[in-house]
């Protein structure tokens, strides 16, 4: 499976940006998506996770309420919609398949990862 991750760029604090993660596989339909971001100088951390048909979704404490996850099965994508982004949302967010929902918060259950796409918020 490849995953290509776009959407990134500068936006000033309170403003919104939506990513865009396209995988490469037939199946994308059974796989679970997630959205992780990995600041300077720190760990990759969990965003958000959303299961194959849409029924389960998480996000992080500091995500609920400002982001969204969604799929669209039909073309083979995961969205993240990031509003009121805050300088701390800085990082470089990466897409991640795996066949499962248990675990979907730590990153060595993924199999496989996008290359990543840079978020910059300037306050």
């Known amino acids: 499976v490849q995953l290509q991750a776009s959407g990134g760029g500068l936006v000033q604090a309170g403003g919104s940006l939506r990513l865009s993660c396209v995988a490469s596989?037939?199946?994308?339909?059974?796989?679970?998506m997630g959205w992780f971001r990995q600041a300077p100088g720190k760990e990759r951390d969990f965003v958000a996770a959303?299961?194959?048909?849409?029924?389960?979704?998480d996000y992080c404490d500091s995500a609920k309420g400002r982001f969204t996850i969604s799929r669209d099965n039909a073309k083979n994508t995961v969205y993240l919609r990031m509003n009121s982004l805050k300088p701390e949302d800085t990082a470089v967010y990466y897409c991640?398949?795996?066949?499962?929902?248990?675990?979907?918060?730590?990153?060595?259950?993924?199999?496989?990862w996008g290359q990543g796409t840079l978020v910059t918020v300037s306050s």
């Open positions: 596989a037939r199946a994308f339909g059974i796989y679970t």
């Open positions: 991640a398949a795996d066949y499962n929902w248990d675990f979907h918060n730590i990153t060595t259950t993924y199999d496989y």
């Open positions: 959303i299961n194959w048909s849409g029924s389960k979704i």
